[in-house]
DNA sequence: ATTAAAATTGAAATCGGTTTCAGATTGAAC
DNA sequence: GTTCAATCTGAAACCGATTTCAATTTTAAT
């Protein structure tokens, strides 16, 4: 059956290797794991043989025995959206750090997809499960749903980026509010007073967490809210290119426009050259997520950064300490910074009026 | 020790089920893996009793056991590129329909990362691999990297996107001189005699095919290839920015553009703009990949498209059926296929003196 | 050279499944 | 009511590691 090319060549095991080297197989997996001593020649002898066959432990054999797989299992809405594959590369670089590896899954917005993808890393036995996006907004709504997260707590940690009540899941979430802050502090400071606010879903704690603080932000200088001005949807260029069409068509045109994130943010930048406005000297655009598009478009947007390496890094840490049964924060909070292109400039003269 | 909040409560086992069934375990396993017969009443009540626990037998248990995991290790150059997370995410729907779980590791282009992230996979026991990009190309001049891949193809079947002599892989390859001759034929279709290809290293095959039938086919319209026209680099959009830089600094302007991917288009989109020069009026450009950035950028991208499903799942097919010892066709190719958009059109009047 | 203490070592149990093999039931046919 | 075949079932071995426990070998001290 040794067939060139699938070739399945017998795998050899931990026995192999004490046959060789003459010890028994508890010895070898004493110098595999460094968890007890062994005679310095045994040891030498016992780590050439290994090289010489390039001998891996079955990991499978490993984590059944020691019952850690030292792997944390990912769930993300789409790996697609750059924003999410930011954070997982954060994620696999940090944990591989932290002597993890990370199995990935996305649910992509299905809420079946999404439970069997749970089940799945269960079965795996993964020491934690770092849910990124996804439905995790539904348990305020799916009691069905929140049972199920409650249970998979029971047995597994789980670590969601966002917040939530309905289920004892650890939490990393961003300050949507002070994300928003500087937002506003940096359009207001560039003489924006009317100011839309572009695609996202209200139920959504994140995006209504911008929204509470966008309105926060307009009564702390005394600004009049125009309800126009706040047109919600989803989260892609489709939706930024619509609502931006339906803002653009105000007698009361809005200076500047906040994108939900930056795929938003795209198609508003396409609704306002069709408009035949430039930006920013007619209008600002600023988005979130700072996700490479923002880097891609024309002109460059300025968009709020949350340092991903960081915030993959907090996620890992969260995980591995749960997983170890170390106490820890269930809340943690990942500091957003804006960082400045071309798509933001003060407001034009004409509407300071 | 019981933690409400990271809680490891005992996990149940096959045998918990079998005595509250009051079965053997065997009973119990045959139930779950349908392989052999259990009488009508037993089945229902062993049933009921898993649901009821909603156990989740231990895929580390079985995997040891059967020695096969349903699993498919992917190692992706870096998912953060739209090309390569489209491709994963369609190996994954690909995969669940044929009843595996996939395992995603980045390389980031580092062989060093490369060769950790195969090793991690063979130990997991990954039915087998699926190696998409990345440093494959490398076999071609480092032996000792070469002899690494040999010794995997082994123990597990290795497919990669691409082809490669040195080592007894799967292949599944993109058909780039197709793709090269739609996009010639497409441009000189619509008149363009001048057109100049940016970005990519020749050193890498895929694009080597490209330049190749680029050649080709200027010599078939008796073109006389201009050597300023072809400016390599890497994938990137600063790549696109500078080559497009140079060449549209050249005497003899070509009027069509072709960028090795989206992301050097984006680039060469930047560079035309910053000329004050229009697409496509002006100069047409096109890519390669049809990713979504074709879709994000000002005008929208005419892109080659390979079909990500399709080829996501001829990638999992011959994984899969490597993996059960089915013997395959060891090359298999993808088709691609145009898709216009806005950046191609006639090449100028004034070019066609 | 003895002897106690310290360092090594291997046998066997364990992790949680699957599967073989032989024995026990059941059913159909007569 | 037998008889023989077809179904079911459980005990035990196995997959490939780790770890406990007791035994053995070394080393140090007297």
Redesign the pocket.
């Known amino acids: 059956m040794e067939n060139e090319r699938t070739g399945v060549g017998k795998?050899i095991?931990?026995?192999d290797i004490a046959k060789e080297a003459?010890?028994?197989?508890?010895?070898?997996?004493?110098v595999?794991?460094g968890?007890?001593?062994?005679?310095?020649d045994?040891k030498e002898r016992i780590r050439s043989i290994i090289q010489k066959y390039n001998f891996k432990?079955?990991a499978l054999?490993?984590g059944?025995?020691?019952?850690s797989t030292k792997t944390i299992g990912i769930i993300a809405a789409d790996v697609r959206n750059p924003y999410y594959s930011a954070l997982f590369v954060a994620c696999e670089v940090a944990a591989e750090k932290a002597g993890y590896s990370v199995s990935l899954a996305n649910s992509l917005g299905e809420k079946e997809r999404e439970q069997a993808q749970l089940d799945l890393l269960l079965q795996q036995r993964v020491d934690a499960i770092i849910q990124m996006g996804g439905r995790v907004d539904d348990l305020i709504t799916d009691d069905a749903y929140a049972e199920k997260v409650r249970s998979v707590c029971r047995t597994t940690p789980v670590v969601v980026t966002g917040k939530l009540d309905k289920a004892p899941v650890h939490s990393v979430v961003i300050d949507e509010a002070m994300g928003m802050n500087l937002v506003m502090e940096h359009l207001i400071g560039l003489g924006h007073k009317k100011i839309a606010l572009v695609g996202g879903e209200m139920r959504v704690n994140s995006t209504y967490l911008k929204y509470q603080k966008y309105r926060e932000i307009l009564a702390k200088y005394g600004i009049q809210e125009n309800g126009e001005y706040v047109v919600n949807g989803t989260y892609d260029p489709e939706t930024g290119y619509e609502a931006t069409n339906k803002i653009l068509e105000l007698k009361d045109r809005p200076t500047a426009i906040i994108a939900i994130n930056d795929f938003a943010a795209s198609g508003a930048l396409r609704s306002i050259r069709e408009h035949r406005l430039h930006v920013p000297e007619d209008i600002s655009v600023i988005s979130f997520d700072n996700t490479y598009i923002a880097d891609l478009v024309m002109p460059k947007l300025t968009s709020v950064d949350y340092n991903y390496e960081d915030y993959g890094k907090l996620l890992i840490e969260t995980a591995t300490s749960a997983a170890e049964g170390k106490d820890t924060a269930n809340v943690r909070m990942v500091q957003p910074e804006i960082v400045e292109r071309d798509s933001t400039g003060p407001a034009p003269r004409s509407s300071r009026k």
């Open positions: 795998t095991t931990i026995y003459g010890v028994s197989a508890s010895t070898v997996s004493r595999l794991t968890n007890a001593a062994v005679r310095q045994k432990p079955n054999a490993k059944l025995s020691d019952t």
